[in-house]
């Protein structure tokens, strides 16, 4: 079992920054990846960025050239760093990581976004 612990949500006015982290219980050189998705009021939960332990990344186009992912210090975390917020990027963040025997979720934080 992989536990998943998000933190760093919150609201801001359009424009500004907020850095999401997610703590995970094992290394993520564990994993095939690990990011972050959203759900936004009314759609479905949608890819938001992803890296694998070679640093590769998949990203949404919603938030290229904005939001930008990075590991911590020991490899059990991962931010999301996210500037030039918009109304559009708030939802709720959800960190998710997938393993050989599983794929697994935090319990998400809310992030809202202003105008």
């Known amino acids: 079992q992989v536990t998943l612990v998000e933190s760093g949500g919150g609201s801001v006015q359009e424009g500004g920054s907020l850095r999401l982290s997610c703590a995970a219980s094992?290394?993520?050189?564990?994993?095939?990846?690990i990011g972050w998705y959203r759900r936004s009021p009314g759609k479905d939960r949608e890819l938001v960025m992803t890296?694998?332990?070679?640093?590769?990344?998949d990203i949404a186009d919603s938030v290229k050239g904005r939001f930008a992912i990075s590991r911590g210090t020991f490899d059990n975390t991962v931010y999301l760093q996210m500037n030039n917020l918009k109304p559009d990027d708030t939802a709720v963040y959800y960190c998710?990581?997938?393993?050989?025997?599983?794929?697994?979720w935090g319990q998400g934080i809310q992030v809202t976004v202003s105008s």
């Open positions: 998710t990581a997938s393993l050989v025997y599983g794929t697994y």
């Open positions: 890296i694998t332990p070679k640093d590769y990344t």
């Open positions: 094992v290394s993520t050189k564990m994993m095939q990846y």
